[in-house]
């Protein structure tokens, strides 16, 4: 017996096979994609600016927030996509950091990009691999095998995506670049893939009862050993200058450019020779019941905000609509008293709660938090 995605029945619902301008054959799997993006779209299952996204058909809640800082345009851009690929229990969410003097169009071109390239990639693998058919294999090896076949999907995507990031005629992305932390929620399955310095957080329930965070990525800095080793093996240099203590940068050999605080982003080819790659760090977690929600964020969240403290601001919100903004502005509010007389980064945050409700071992802790402030007061 044959169990084919629904992603595949869409594809064939969607587009036929179209003839190039050389007379070959498109790709018809990512124009597949991209007319459902569209749909997506079309059919409010997809933001891509502050909101929240909710399908009634699954458990999932998305909310959106994105503010601009003091350093000009937002460079900022965050999407989330429920029912993804056409599947009702999957759900895409990308946030994505640009930098440089085209940072927010690249940032825009690559979350335009990641979710259709990705999709085409992972029904290519589906095919490649037979994980269509039914297998007679234990559930763990199921899921490693569902892994993998993410895995190879989103490094064949981000690959391609710097490419054409590099090739294309519109974008000067020489000296600008962005980052990207992605999410893919199948079932109770989750992967995440990351490049740069954005942040994924889990917040999960302990034996106690608390929520507590569950950092689900690395911050890609320069200074990370590994990171460091592969820069300056490719001649690339790292250190920080002395108004900037503990800031560390990626240099060229020769000059002061382009000092950037990261060691992976999409573009910035002025050091792609140096070191700096757009390989994601793709991880997974299945998703149990003490499993609450996730933040995605970037790093001007991070930058004041502590794990926890935004575990406990996205939890205690009285309104899961208005979570994610909630964490911004709270992060707003730090910066302006821990970061005095610095520019204010932009912030952008999305938080995915995986159920309808918190757990009852969650807000019974609450209550009796809230009573026992009472009692003080």
Same mark, same amino acid.
């Given at each position: 017996m044959?169990?084919?995605?629904?992603f595949l029945?869409?594809?064939?619902?969607?587009?036929?096979?179209?003839k190039g $301008?050389?007379?070959?054959?498109?790709?018809?799997?990512?124009?597949?994609?991209e007319t459902?993006?569209k749909?997506? &779209?079309k059919?409010?299952l997809? $933001?891509s600016?502050?909101?929240t996204v909710?399908?009634?058909?699954?458990?999932n809640?998305?909310s959106v927030?994105s503010k601009?800082?003091? &350093?000009g345009?937002?460079?900022d851009?965050?999407v989330?996509?429920e029912?993804f690929?056409?599947?009702e229990?999957?759900i895409?969410?990308g946030?994505?950091?640009?930098?440089g003097p085209?940072?927010?169009v690249v940032a &825009?071109r690559v979350?335009?990009?990641v979710?259709p390239?990705l999709l085409c990639h992972?029904?290519?693998n589906?095919a490649l691999?037979?994980?269509?058919q039914e297998l007679?294999?234990?559930?763990l090896n199921?899921? *490693?095998?569902?892994?993998d076949v993410?895995?190879?999907?989103y490094?064949?995507?981000?690959?391609?995506i710097d490419?054409?990031?590099?090739q294309h005629?519109?974008?000067?992305?020489f000296r600008s670049g962005t980052t990207?932390l992605?999410? *893919?929620k199948q079932?109770?399955?989750?992967?995440?893939?990351?490049?740069?310095?954005?942040?994924? @957080?889990?917040a999960?329930?302990?034996d106690?009862?608390?929520?507590?965070?569950l950092q689900?990525?690395v911050?890609f800095?320069?200074?990370?050993?590994?990171?460091?080793e592969r820069i300056?093996?490719s001649?690339?240099r790292?250190?920080?200058?002395?108004d900037?203590p503990?800031?560390?940068?990626?240099?060229?050999?020769?000059?002061n450019?382009?000092?950037l605080? +990261?060691s992976?982003?999409?573009g910035?080819y002025c @050091?792609?020779?140096f070191? +700096?790659i757009? @390989?994601?760090? =793709?991880?997974?977690r299945? *998703?149990t019941?003490k499993?609450?929600f996730?933040? +995605?964020?970037?790093?001007? =969240?991070?930058?004041v905000?502590?794990?926890?403290e935004?575990?406990?601001?996205?939890?205690?919100?009285?309104? $899961?609509e208005?979570s994610?903004?909630?964490l @911004?502005?709270c992060a *707003?509010r730090?910066?302006?008293?821990?970061?005095?007389?610095?520019?204010?980064?932009?912030?952008?945050?999305i938080?995915?709660?995986?159920?309808?409700?918190?757990?009852r071992?969650?807000?019974l802790?609450?209550?009796?938090? &809230?009573?026992?402030m009472?009692?003080?007061?």
């Amino acid at each position: 017996m044959v169990l084919i995605p629904s992603f595949l029945d869409g594809l064939a619902r969607t587009v036929s096979i179209k003839k190039g $301008r050389n007379g070959g054959q498109t790709d018809v799997g990512r124009e597949a994609a991209e007319t459902m993006a569209k749909d997506a &779209k079309k059919n409010e299952l997809m $933001r891509s600016s502050s909101g929240t996204v909710k399908s009634i058909k699954s458990s999932n809640f998305a909310s959106v927030c994105s503010k601009r800082g003091q &350093k000009g345009i937002n460079q900022d851009s965050a999407v989330v996509w429920e029912e993804f690929g056409c599947q009702e229990d999957m759900i895409f969410c990308g946030i994505f950091d640009g930098h440089g003097p085209w940072g927010h169009v690249v940032a &825009k071109r690559v979350r335009e990009s990641v979710p259709p390239s990705l999709l085409c990639h992972w029904q290519k693998n589906l095919a490649l691999t037979s994980l269509g058919q039914e297998l007679d294999t234990e559930v763990l090896n199921r899921s *490693i095998h569902q892994f993998d076949v993410w895995k190879q999907s989103y490094l064949k995507t981000y690959a391609d995506i710097d490419l054409e990031l590099k090739q294309h005629p519109g974008i000067d992305s020489f000296r600008s670049g962005t980052t990207a932390l992605t999410i *893919i929620k199948q079932g109770e399955h989750l992967v995440i893939a990351n490049v740069g310095d954005c942040r994924a @957080v889990l917040a999960t329930t302990s034996d106690d009862g608390n929520l507590v965070p569950l950092q689900l990525t690395v911050d890609f800095k320069p200074n990370i050993p590994e990171e460091a080793e592969r820069i300056t093996q490719s001649k690339g240099r790292v250190f920080c200058l002395g108004d900037e203590p503990g800031v560390y940068r990626v240099w060229m050999p020769n000059g002061n450019t382009p000092g950037l605080a +990261l060691s992976r982003a999409f573009g910035d080819y002025c @050091v792609k020779e140096f070191g +700096l790659i757009s @390989v994601p760090d =793709v991880t997974q977690r299945n *998703i149990t019941s003490k499993d609450q929600f996730v933040i +995605l964020a970037t790093d001007g =969240v991070w930058d004041v905000v502590s794990n926890r403290e935004a575990v406990e601001i996205v939890s205690s919100a009285e309104d $899961r609509e208005k979570s994610a903004k909630r964490l @911004v502005q709270c992060a *707003i509010r730090a910066w302006k008293y821990k970061k005095r007389g610095i520019a204010m980064d932009d912030m952008s945050a999305i938080c995915l709660f995986f159920h309808p409700t918190l757990s009852r071992e969650v807000n019974l802790v609450k209550a009796s938090k &809230k009573a026992g402030m009472k009692k003080l007061a």
